[in-house]
């Protein structure tokens, strides 16, 4: 992965899913260390436990009631120390869990606002979701194994210490014992990335494909098409299955080794302590306490495999999240130019549209037109330039804040509708009447039970494709921008409501920059100026009553071949 100069300090500059991994623990220092010290204290509290155990049974067995009391005192001690640390201890790892997982989101939802229009060019609406679906809960557990990962090293040691300094052979057995666990644990962790990174590409595909379908579920009810999709969707899911189950298996295996090997090393531990029991080399409270050791051990040697397996995952789900922090957009925008406005031109077509004048444009081919759009917004790099400015000079936020163009892809999000039309929250109630009144969208709102505090479902589900058009056009009449750019804003309402909207839209836009991509002889009437464009360059211009005279491709566009 390649290393980008993000000029947002907020996204990271991550060359690889470790790095990344290690961008996020930096972040969160502080609790990682503070919750690694109670996870240290929580787990030696336990190791010790076995040591007092011993020492109050070998009381027990010379009849000493006053160490009997000393180490049950211990005991207590040890207990109440262990509470302490593991609930401190849970609260700093639920804490270090939602950190990386909501910064993870956050960093990626900074990044796709950066991206803007870049991004679903580049990566799948599933890609992008599968982030937050999955892939924070893996990265966030990352962060929460670290605590009992650290701390079980930590106890592993001195338990160890402890063993060889009562029994140096048992010490050593455990000694030995924990790299051939590490080694023979190793052999599992790269078929198991490697499939996890699989499962990870088919539910990304899924997801999108499960987007798509709800998006379009109207259209396809209305072709007959639901049976053919939801078919297609099913052989997907199943691929997604049977990666889930390759992974699975993996799993299990490395969960069977986390029990396996751990319970070979304790009985072999318990085995050689009884032996030296029996010889007398060691006592009877020293037995019970490597017995107690060996059964301690099960904790931190699980934990260390455990900790494998969702380091492993959190690397996986880290190389999506780097995928998407990699990409660059097509507009940078670090230029630094200014400009007073004028007319904005596109030198591609040959597109000029005069400043304080309501100008259409219109293509034999619809796709020209949304092509001279996107120049025109600089949402594409090309040599288009405002007020003799070339765009890419300009700061790509004063190029936002001037420049709207609306399209009909353009969504409506879930909440009050007042909030979805009038997104900057400074209009008022007449700039809202208007807006309305120029849209034609009177009736929409009026149909809602709360009106302007109505609630929106996702997308605007409720609202039918004229109406969405209507009000995505009131959203960018209270946008109120410098220039507004409209493609095609009337192509989904009836040829009443559009003459309506015609009429009023040029009212409404008097005195400033609007362009209007289109064919719509309705619309092209009102217009100042009518721009003819073929084969991706400007042809004729004009009123639209002038070109009908005199343009037969025009006449032949805008009639739809009824000359």
């Known amino acids: 992965m390649r290393s980008l100069p993000h000029a947002d300090p907020g996204i990271p500059d991550a060359r690889s899913p470790l790095r990344y991994l290690w961008w996020v623990a930096r972040g969160q220092a502080s609790p990682l260390i503070v919750g690694i010290g109670y996870a240290v204290l929580w787990w030696l509290a336990q190791a010790l436990v076995p040591s007092a155990l011993g020492k109050a049974v070998d009381s027990l067995t010379t009849r000493d009631a006053e160490a009997l009391v000393r180490w049950s005192a211990v005991l207590l001690g040890l207990g109440v120390l262990s509470a302490f640390g593991g609930v401190m201890r849970h609260r700093l790892a639920v804490f270090n869990w939602l950190s990386a997982a909501y910064r993870t989101v956050q960093v990626t939802a900074r990044q796709a606002t950066r991206l803007g229009a870049t991004l679903p060019k580049l990566l799948s609406t599933g890609e992008v979701i599968s982030v937050g679906n999955s892939d924070i809960a893996h990265i966030g557990n990352a962060m929460d194994i670290l605590l009992r990962a650290v701390g079980s090293v930590v106890a592993i040691i001195m338990v160890t210490a402890i ?205 020209d037109a949304i092509a001279v759009a996107d120049r025109l917004g600089h949402y594409v790099a090309a040599g288009a330039t405002f007020g003799g400015v070339p765009l890419a000079d300009l700061p790509l936020a004063e190029v936002r804040r001037r420049i709207l163009v609306a399209d009909n892809g353009a969504r409506l999000f879930s909440g009050r509708l007042r909030d979805q039309l009038d997104i900057t929250g400074s209009a008022s109630e007449d700039d809202l009447r208007r807006a309305l009144r120029t849209a034609c969208a009177e009736d929409v709102v009026e149909a809602l039970p709360g009106g302007m505090d109505s609630h929106v479902a996702e997308s605007g589900r409720e609202f039918s494709g004229g109406q969405q058009q209507r009000l995505r056009l009131v959203r960018a009449l209270l946008a109120d921008p410098e220039v507004l750019v409209l493609v095609e804003p009337t192509s989904a309402v009836d040829a009443h409501t559009e003459a309506r909207i015609a009429e009023r839209l040029g009212e409404a836009r008097r005195g400033r920059t609007t362009l209007v991509c289109t064919t719509s002889p309705l619309v092209l009437d009102r217009a100042d100026t009518v721009i003819f464009m073929r084969d991706g360059q400007v042809r004729a211009e004009g009123s639209h009553r002038s070109l009908l005279a005199t343009v037969p491709d025009y006449t032949a566009t805008v009639t739809r071949g009824e000359v």
């Open 163 to 367: 063993l060889i300094t009562t029994s140096p052979t048992l010490g050593l057995i455990v000694l030995l014992g924990l790299p051939l666990m590490v080694l023979a644990v190793g052999p599992l962790l790269r078929p198991l990335h490697r499939r996890q990174h699989e499962q990870r590409d088919l539910q990304g595909d899924l997801a999108t494909r499960a987007s798509d379908i709800v998006a379009g579920l109207r259209v396809l009810r209305g072709i007959g098409g639901e049976q053919v999709f939801a078919d297609r969707y099913r052989e997907e899911s199943q691929r997604v299955r049977g990666a889930g189950v390759r992974v699975a298996s993996v799993d299990a295996a490395l969960e069977g080794a986390q029990l396996l090997l751990p319970g070979m090393l304790i009985a072999f531990v318990t085995w050689r302590g009884a032996h030296y029991a029996m010889d007398g080399t060691i006592t009877v409270g020293q037995l019970v306490a490597f017995y107690g050791y060996a059964l301690f051990l099960v904790g931190p040697l699980r934990t260390l495999t455990e900790a494998a397996d969702k380091l492993t995952k959190g690397h996986v789900a880290a190389r999506r999240v780097i995928r998407i922090l990699s990409l660059d957009p097509e507009v940078q925008g670090t230029g630094t130019a200014v400009t007073a406005g004028g007319d904005l031109v596109d030198a591609t077509s040959g597109v000029t549209v005069r400043q304080g004048r309501f100008t259409a444009l219109a293509g034999t081919v619809p796709e």
